[in-house]
């Protein structure tokens, strides 16, 4: 069943099928078949490389197709397949059932090409797909032909069987063939950008990119060795998009047979063959990309070629691990454990690889560096760009001091002083950099002392690497490095003074504003006279001095009259006119009162 994701997209497509056979048939019809199968991939799984998910909403397309063209293929238990034939064309419909058949198997062997690098009997069932691919697309170049289809659908049709059939010629290396036929669809769907609106023609135009890559290739094997160089261009050209995975595969695939003339290296005196074939395209790779780097137009696409250079070295590495498994000495360094003597040659190319991959890593995030720090605050920004921070720059130098203190670990370089020495100056520069971002960032905070000593540090690691760069030979290896601590000298000079005043004028702050800290007790000013706080409500215009009206408090009642001498008045005795009782005379007056209650008085 389709996804609930897709109902909206089958609701379109199917109120445009509930057609009946009784409704008039149009003299001619337009079937736009390039921008049909470009919206169905990009809208169901092409654009995230997704065959499968392309291949399965094919598949449920046909069979929405036919029920509402009433042309079943047999009944649930019977398959009964029917042809299409020019007379039966009384719908546009029915030239998309041989379109999306053909759509289905290409996904289908797009699909298997992917698994086909780890499974390789994957390739007989891919070339039968690609076939039977090729087969659909004939059926639909033949039902073009009927006189109810317009010019443009006969065009496109013709253009599309080119690029199939293409498509199987290149698979199969069969170059003379293949060119043909990318040509053919080429100059088809040139043509067709030329006359159509100037939306259509992006949608041609870029289909011609697509198809130009492998006419240059199959050139190349063919024996036109300027093709190689066009590929490099169109490489240089593409950015970051679909089309630059293609040129990447396409620029392997020809240096895999150039790498044939690649057997042996040589690094820090010594050389060592090379018998893996991926090892050798990385290497050959890595010759041809420095040219590359210097014909690149901007930094984004020279870090897309480190990209896909880093790539090529992990897997070329990968390689050689597999190559190494039986040897014990390589499996005790990669535990840990100290190794004597000299180690093997793949052991030591794969030394070498972990020296290039390290190595262009640094010269990567360089690059990444010098990109952000045109965003840094301070400078203008393109709109809607983020301002790069400091502490983004004191990442990336981390991981390149990171990765140079790497390199003098690698076995096989325990005679090469020279190189310890590169990277210990080379390492010390960058600390300079990175002490200069963190103190950017104290200084972004107002935290003065703190980066006025990381500027002085930052000096001191400076003047060491440029010594130390001095000693090194040759010296125009390093001269941009060399250049921008110079640069960076100058700079901290400049910040340091400007930090120490801008302490000092902190400190002048902090004197005239002691003890005027703002209030935060709510209450009136007549209950806190004892204590001295800034509270700006004092000069609105309703200052909290008293509360109003004031509070109730309890209070003695008022008396009706004051007597001040009472307390003075001696008043007479009255001793002589109190009732004095008589004493109980003995034990029989006690007993005769206790039994009798004694007498009255």
């Not at 014909?295 to 590495?317: F, G, M, P, W």
């Not at 301002?387 to 690698?410: A, E, F, H, M, S």
């Not at 003890?515 to 004092?538: C, I, M, N, Q």
Request: glycine share 4%; proline share 4%.
């Amino acid at each position: 069943m389709a996804g609930e994701g897709e109902s909206v997209g089958q609701e379109n497509e199917m109120s445009g099928e509930q057609t009946t056979s009784n409704q008039a048939i149009p003299q001619s019809f337009t079937v736009e078949v390039l921008q049909l199968i470009k919206e169905a991939q990009q809208q169901h799984g092409l654009r995230h490389g997704d065959y499968q998910r392309y291949r399965s909403y094919c598949s449920r397309r046909i069979r929405r197709i036919r029920k509402s063209l009433h042309f079943p293929q047999g009944g649930k238990h019977r398959v009964q397949p029917k042809k299409i034939t020019v007379e039966m064309l009384t719908d546009p419909r029915y030239l998309q059932l041989p379109l999306f058949s053909a759509e289905r198997a290409w996904a289908f062997a797009m699909q298997l090409q992917s698994e086909a690098n780890t499974e390789p009997r994957k390739r007989f069932h891919l070339m039968s797909r690609l076939k039977k691919s090729v087969q659909h697309a004939d059926e639909l170049n033949a039902l073009s032909e009927s006189p109810k289809c317009d010019a443009r659908t006969k065009l496109e049709c013709q253009a599309y069987s080119a690029w199939i059939k293409g498509s199987l010629y290149f698979e199969s290396s069969s170059w003379e063939n293949a060119m043909e036929q990318f040509t053919s669809a080429k100059t088809i769907y040139e043509k067709l950008s030329g006359a159509l609106t100037e939306d259509l023609q992006v949608l041609y135009q870029s289909r011609v990119e697509e198809i130009s890559p492998n006419i240059r290739y199959c050139a190349y094997n063919i024996g036109d060795e300027s093709a190689i160089r066009d590929l490099q261009n169109m490489r240089l050209k593409s950015g970051e998009d679909q089309l630059t995975s293609k040129l990447d595969d396409l620029l392997s695939q020809t240096r895999e047979k150039q790498a044939a003339t690649l057997s042996e290296i040589t690094w820090q005196g010594r050389t060592v063959p090379v018998k893996i074939e991926s090892v050798r395209v990385f290497l050959l790779n890595l010759q041809e990309s420095s040219k590359e780097l210097e014909s690149a137009e901007n930094n984004e696409t020279k870090v897309s070629i480190y990209e896909s250079l880093l790539k090529e070295c992990i897997d070329a590495q990968q390689a050689l691990r597999d190559a190494l498994q039986d040897d014990q000495v390589f499996k005790a360094a990669t535990r840990g454990q100290p190794i004597e003597g000299r180690i093997s040659n793949q052991h030591y190319l794969h030394s070498y690889l972990t020296y290039l991959r390290l190595t262009k890593t640094v010269e990567r995030n360089l690059l990444l560096i010098d990109n952000l720090k045109n965003y840094l605050p301070g400078r203008v920004a393109e709109e809607g760009r983020k301002i790069t921070k400091p502490q983004d720059l004191v990442r990336l130098y981390d991981i390149i001091i990171q990765n140079l203190n790497d390199i003098p670990n690698l076995h096989g370089l325990e005679e090469s002083p020279s190189l310890f020495e590169e990277i210990t100056t080379r390492v010390t520069g960058f600390k300079a950099f990175r002490s200069f971002y963190i103190a950017q960032s104290y200084s972004a905070a107002k935290k003065w002392t703190e980066a006025i000593a990381l500027y002085q540090r930052t000096i001191t690691n400076a003047d060491k690497a440029l010594s130390g760069y001095k000693k090194l030979k040759p010296q125009g290896m390093f001269k941009d490095e060399v250049a921008s601590l110079n640069e960076l000298v100058k700079d901290v000079n400049g910040l340091m003074y400007s930090c120490h005043a801008s302490s000092i004028l902190k400190t002048d702050d902090t004197t005239d504003s002691l003890g005027v800290l703002p209030s935060s007790d709510k209450r009136p000013l007549k209950d806190r006279l004892d204590t001295f706080a800034e509270d700006r409500s004092l000069t609105s215009k309703k200052p909290n001095i008293t509360s109003f009206p004031p509070d109730f408090k309890p209070i003695p009642c008022r008396p009706l009259f004051f007597d001040l001498a009472l307390n003075h008045v001696e008043f007479p005795s009255l001793e002589e006119k109190m009732e004095q009782k008589k004493a109980a005379g003995g034990i029989t007056g006690f007993v005769k009162g206790w039994l009798w209650g004694g007498g009255k008085k």
